[in-house]
């Protein structure tokens, strides 16, 4: 829905809440990326990183890498600050 309206900034929370979900899941490449593609996403729109999603990605970072060793965390982050929104977002669906 927020794609749809055009809410960046909620869709970049939903990329980073939908990290959080596989990350608990232990799916932490997936969960690596989709954070990864989150904060670069800011970035690339000029968007401030809120403070609630700032703590939420240092507690994640903190739990992927102790899912992933450090080439594994590496390279699935390399890979999520790739995306662009539509791709991360289709990564988040499953698509």
């Known amino acids: 829905l927020h794609v749809e309206l055009g809410s960046t900034d909620h869709v970049l929370d939903g990329l980073s809440r939908a990290a959080y979900t596989h990350a608990h899941a232990g799916r932490g490449r997936l969960a690596a990326q989709l954070l990864s593609a989150s904060l670069a996403l800011h970035e690339e729109a000029g968007l401030a990183v809120p403070l609630y999603q700032r703590r939420r990605a240092d507690e994640l970072a903190e739990m992927l890498h102790g899912q992933l060793d450090d080439a594994a965390f590496t390279q699935a982050w390399e890979e ?7 791709e991360a977002v289709a990564l988040a669906l499953g698509e």
Do not use: N, P, R, Y
Request: aromatic share 0%; glycine share 28%; charged share 15%.
């Open 80 to 86: 999520g600050a790739g995306l662009s929104l539509d």
